[in-house]
């Protein structure tokens, strides 16, 4: 018998964990890896007053406070704009840990983000346990994803268009951009597929996504990743790229997460002569001129990518579309006032058709 199997009640579930298909009574044990992605029940001690929201496997948001049994998993994080943590070297019940992001990850928490407040404190309760053996009450640790990451996966896009979008930070405006594209293309009688490709498990960006008109779409959570890195970036990529192209697309738009310059792998995915040559347009999603300047630099000086289209609160009022346009020479919309435009010029720039 696993040791110290027990069944509890949870009051949340975390989106982390939604390949597991769990209810809200688990079984849990006293033996936890402390691995990327293992599932882990926890009690949470303190209340907060700002981030202090989780994502449910439904999407939706729920309150958390004090006293909430929740289930996540185990990951790290290294956010500019939130909390940076690691795996702890092992994981027993009774060992205090934080929750590092609204999705549901798990582990001890480095640095903090003033905005953000100190991350919720939580007690271990067990590891979740599954039972994937018919008629077997044998049951092993829960892990996050529908299927392991193939490193060795090969990139077959079958000539389907894709739009990859990269931002100079977190927080730069890349979702609304693709949502803002995806909706365009949808309008003029397109097929739109849609992944994200690098940061922590959140499945908000592509449920966004999804609610922009994406018929299908992808997270490197699926794959049992938490948090992606420049190790795994390229082949979570090759592996969903070829996944939604396999259901013949007119389009895949694709987000990397964070920033060229992040730790997620962003720069990995660009470095790799495959992926470059899958790609049919790149947009690029900055704060500020000066980021959209060193944004463009970047992805023409080391990654050999023109750039299709300049986007996020750079181009929030016309000041700074003309100073993109001028200084820069590449076409400047904002995603949130001229959505459409934005997107014609994305369509235009892969030279994609509706179907007659």
Request: proline share 4%; aromatic share 4%; with cysteine.
């Amino acid at each position: 018998m696993v040791n110290g199997m027990r069944s509890i009640v949870v009051d949340k579930v975390a989106s982390v964990t939604q390949a597991c298909g769990l209810s809200h009574e688990v079984r849990v044990s006293n033996d936890i890896p402390a691995e990327e992605g293992v599932v882990v029940a926890v009690e949470v001690l303190t209340n907060k007053s700002t981030y202090n929201t989780l994502e449910l496997t439904s999407g939706r948001m729920a309150k958390v406070g004090k006293g909430d049994i929740v289930v996540g998993a185990l990951g790290h994080r290294k956010a500019l704009f939130g909390y940076s943590g690691h795996i702890p070297q092992s994981v027993q019940p009774g060992d205090i840990i934080q929750m590092l992001n609204i999705g549901g990850v798990l582990g001890i928490c480095d640095s903090v983000n003033p905005d953000k407040g100190k991350p919720f404190d939580c007690r271990v309760i067990g590891g979740v346990l599954h039972f994937p053996y018919l008629g077997e009450r044998i049951g092993v640790p829960a892990r996050v994803g529908h299927k392991r990451l193939d490193f060795e996966a090969k990139l077959e896009a079958r000539a389907v268009p894709v739009v990859a979008l990269a931002g100079t930070c977190m927080e730069a405006g890349k979702t609304a951009a693709a949502c803002a594209v995806i909706s365009r293309m949808r309008h003029r009688g397109l097929v739109i597929d849609a992944f994200k490709a690098t940061g922590v498990s959140l499945r908000r960006d592509i449920l966004a996504m999804e609610d922009a008109g994406a018929r299908n779409s992808m997270i490197f959570t699926d794959l049992g990743v938490v948090t992606t890195t420049r190790v795994n970036g390229p082949a979570l990529t090759r592996t969903m790229l070829t996944a939604l192209a396999a259901g013949k697309p007119d389009a895949i738009v694709f987000e990397l997460g964070d920033g060229i310059l992040g730790t997620y792998g962003v720069d990995a995915i660009l470095e790799c002569p495959d992926i470059r040559a899958a790609l049919t347009g790149v947009i690029l999603s900055a704060n500020d001129p000066v980021a959209a300047w060193g944004g463009v630099k970047l992805l023409r000086e080391r990654f050999g990518i023109e750039p299709c289209v300049v986007t996020g609160p750079s181009t929030d009022n016309q000041v700074g579309v003309e100073i993109i346009n001028s200084q820069l020479g590449v076409p400047a919309f904002n995603a949130l006032t001229n959505g459409a435009s934005l997107g014609d010029r994305v369509i235009e720039a892969i030279g994609v058709k509706a179907p007659q």
